[in-house]
């Protein structure tokens, strides 16, 4: 009997060490909801700016707008959302309300909405043609309703927020099902306000109830995943220009920029969301926004300034490839469609994106691990690698957290870009690793590389020639959960020309690499072998357009760059302040600054002003102002008006205004005059900053 029972405990026994090896490895700190791994999947969308800020040719309205102005007499939600599609997006986020509180929908909330404008005889609802649209094409909906509205006249009271509430609920019940809710971190600040036209501050951290406010999300709307500066489930990347940190972690603690109090929407250092944080508290993914175009609405001198192709697949590389997702911003016109140029670039980046990554080179490949959890090749070997299950996988035994994958190509091929994904539905693990290929008889290094999470593509600076690849995991936080590895080949292709303008006046073309030719246009035209060819730098003394391309052969050119100057400064003079590196204003370099600002907290140094003599009279319908590019945002004007002169005595103010969303979206700023002026003289009085007590400048330009 004993024997019995001593035999039947070793058979128990030895089932449950077998059944323990058989067990899929523990999952690793935060993991990701249902709705975020489909995000996650959706990897690239894009987000919609129209409004009145498309007619007043602004970024953000102040709230004072008539809505008599919006009339897109051709509205096309099918021409702009299949624009999209074509680029490779899989959904779009519509700008419902923008800071100026005008609600692209009949909404029940204020009479501030598309009801009162001239679209459709005031029957029109574009956020419902979006919505078929979006239907009609099999694309995904998300909607963006701001939190702050500088046109409401309660804005700050607790009655705006049951209004703004309201408006959320309307939303989620009538344009469902949405694949994301879109909260901006703008929030209080000047605006009409009824007519009142004051600065109204709100508590970031409690205003709104977020907490409360988010319950209606996930009520009306669960499958959604909800968007804002701190999540809670998909982080702002903390920039506007389209990148991830190189390392990147979809796991994240939000900390607020003051100690002991609690972050929020608009309220945390939100720079340190560019790379989230290891072993983070949340699983809260980036999302890495960027327009299309230099600004997020729609502006005529922007035409020819789309972002092209390769540059949108650069953009890809460090967003999506750093597993998060990339949310471009699209602009309708005032006509209410896409400009020709906008649909081109995506166009051919979309068909550029299936281009590189049609065929993995990994396939078909012998794998040799260094280790297979328990044996188990069945279950968690390497032939998930390339199945395209994001979350079939290769796993180690628990104690096995650097192992090695020897990859057989069986022959030479040529590649350019690695891709990594782990199953995150286990959680984020590795935290390193290399990738070497046997070249000339030996292991050659040829990546390295941190975090990988839902997705890590790896660039590399030139084709690889090998038929023998090794991955070696060099950290890990838990044993190894990988589900994909892959290798594509970018298609070669001529670096686009560098556009540049001399302090002198000169215009320089240049490339990286060396071309057969360059030639360029200044009339408009797209460049040809048959345009000027560019011999020698030349001057452009009334500015214009320039657009450049490289050349091998008629048939192997480059993309067209464009840069657009304005009136040359040679002979420009700084009148005040009388600064030393005063000069550096007017320089034609992007990369020198301008700055009063100093360590005198009691002193504002408020209002500044810098005067120019541009040495001569000239005809003038826009100035330009450059914010600082070196990543501080100290002296960055947000108010400011402008005076000319042609005597240098007597002045007139020809524009004031604010320079809206400068913070996140440091670019250059035109600002368009009312009509042409002829003047000598002409400065920039700026009566309030970003943060500092004094201002600074990149580069000050007219038009």
């Not at 990988?482 to 970018?490: A, C, H, Q, V, Y």
Request: glycine share 8%; aromatic share 10%; hydrophobic share 40%.
């Amino acid at each position: 009997m004993k024997r019995i029972t001593a035999l039947a405990l070793l058979v128990a026994l030895v089932l449950v060490n077998k059944i323990q090896a058989q067990a899929p490895p523990k999952p690793y700190g935060a993991l990701p909801t249902a709705a975020q791994l489909k995000w996650h999947e959706t990897e690239m969308y894009c987000l919609i700016h129209f409004g009145v800020d498309t007619y007043t040719d602004k970024e953000w309205g102040f709230g004072d707008e008539d809505p008599a102005i919006v009339n897109p007499v051709h509205f096309d939600a099918t021409q702009i959302v299949g624009a999209v599609k074509a680029g490779g997006f899989k959904g779009i986020v519509v700008v419902a309300k923008h800071h100026d509180g005008l609600c692209l929908w009949p909404t029940k909330t204020t009479e501030h909405n598309i009801s009162k404008s001239p679209f459709k005889n005031g029957k029109g609802d574009m956020v419902k043609e979006y919505q078929l649209a979006c239907n009609k094409l099999g694309m995904q909906l998300g909607l963006y309703c701001s939190p702050w509205d500088r046109n409401n006249p309660l804005y700050g009271s607790a009655a705006y927020v049951k209004i703004y509430r309201q408006q959320l609920k309307e939303l989620y019940s009538n344009y469902g099902p949405l694949f994301i809710s879109w909260h901006d971190g703008a929030n209080g600040g000047d605006g009409y306000y009824g007519g009142t036209k004051e600065v109204r501050k709100i508590d970031r951290t409690s205003y709104y109830g977020w907490d409360s406010t988010f319950m209606i999300t996930r009520k009306m709307q669960p499958t959604a995943v909800i968007f804002g500066d701190i999540g809670p489930d998909v982080r702002w990347v903390g920039n506007e220009e389209g990148y991830a940190g190189e390392t990147c972690w979809a796991t994240y603690t939000p900390v607020a920029p003051d100690e002991g109090k609690a972050p929020a929407n608009g309220y945390s250092k939100y720079w340190l969301a560019t790379e989230g944080t290891m072993n983070g508290k949340y699983w809260m993914p980036a999302e890495c926004d960027v327009p299309l175009r230099p600004g997020w609405f729609y502006h005529a001198s922007q035409d020819e300034q789309a972002k092209s192709a390769y540059t949108l697949l650069d953009l890809y590389y460090k967003s999506v490839g750093r597993g998060a997702c990339l949310d471009v911003g699209i602009a309708p016109n005032r006509e209410g469609l896409l400009h020709e140029n906008d649909v081109k670039a995506l166009k051919e980046f979309g068909a550029l994106l299936k281009q590189v990554f049609a065929v993995n080179l990994a396939k078909g490949a012998v794998f040799t691990p260094s280790n297979i959890r328990a044996k188990n090749a069945a279950k968690f070997g390497t032939a998930f690698l390339t199945d395209n299950d994001r979350y079939s996988y290769w796993a180690t035994d628990d104690e096995v957290m650097n192992p090695e994958l020897l990859i057989d190509l069986k022959k030479e091929k040529t590649f350019n870009v690695i891709r990594l994904r782990e199953n995150i539905k286990l959680g984020q693990r590795i935290t390193s690793f290399a990738v070497d290929a046997f070249i000339d008889q030996q292991w050659k290094t040829i990546a390295t590389a941190t975090s990988i999470g839902a997705n890590r593509l790896i660039r590399l600076p030139q084709n690889i020639t090998a038929s023998k690849i090794r991955l070696r995991i060099t950290g890990a936080n838990a044993c190894i959960a990988l589900s994909d590895i892959g290798l594509f080949k970018e298609p070669a292709h001529l670096t686009a020309p560098v556009i540049e303008r001399s302090k002198n006046g000169e215009v320089q073309i240049n490339t990286i690499a060396p071309v057969s030719s360059i030639h360029y246009t200044i009339d408009g035209t797209t460049p040809t072998m048959a345009s000027t060819a560019y011999a020698h730098p030349f001057a452009l003394p009334t500015g214009g357009i320039i657009k450049a391309r490289s050349f091998e052969t008629n048939d192997q050119a480059s993309e067209t760059s464009v840069k657009e100057f304005g009136i040359s400064k040679a002979g420009w003079k700084m009148i005040s302040p009388a600064n030393n590196n005063a000069t550096a204003a007017i320089d034609e370099n992007i990369h020198s600054v301008f700055s009063t600002v100093t360590n005198d907290a009691a002193n504002d140094g408020l209002p500044q002003e810098i005067a120019v003599d541009m040495g001569a009279v000239q005809t003038i319908k826009a100035f330009t102002f450059l914010p600082r590019q070196d990543k501080k945002i100290a002296g960055i004007p947000d108010r400011y008006s402008y005076q000319v002169s042609n005597d240098g005595v007597q002045w007139q103010q020809v524009a004031a205004g604010e320079f809206a969303n400068i913070k996140a979206n440091p670019l250059e700023q035109v600002i368009a005059l009312d009509k042409p002026v002829s003047t000598r003289y002409f400065k920039i009085i700026v009566t309030h900053v970003l943060e500092g007590n004094g201002i600074s400048v990149a580069e000050l330009g007219a038009q």
